[in-house]
C-alpha cells in the first residue's frame, strides 16, 4: 500500500508494511493533519483515532525514513533522523520520497491520501 502526503509546496510518498497498524491506519484515509516538531527528530500529528495494536511488536528502533504509530499517546511518527528503542512504537511503513521536506522545522498541514498497492 502506498500513500501521498500532500503539503502546500510539495509531495512525500511512502509505502507501508503488511501489517494490522498499518490497514488500520488506511481506513482513517484521506485525511489532513498538522505534523508538528518533537524532539528534533520526528514530525507528529493525533490522529481521529487510535489505531489496532493486534499483532504488533513491543517497540522498535526508528530510522529516518520510518512512519510509525505511538500507541501510547495515539499519534503519528515521522521520523526525519534516528532514535533510540521505543516501547509502544508500531512501524507502519517507510518514506519512499520527499523525506527532506518533513524534516523542514515548524508545522506542516498535510493532506494523506492512498495511492495503491
Known sequence: MKIRIDLSDGLVTATLDNNDSSKDFVKQLPMKLTLEDYASTEKISDLPRPLSTQGAP???????GDVAFYAPWGNLAIFHKGFEYSSGLIKLGRIDSGLEILARPGPLDVTITLLGD
Open 58 to 64: 513491543a517497540g522498535f528502533t526508528p530510522s529516518a
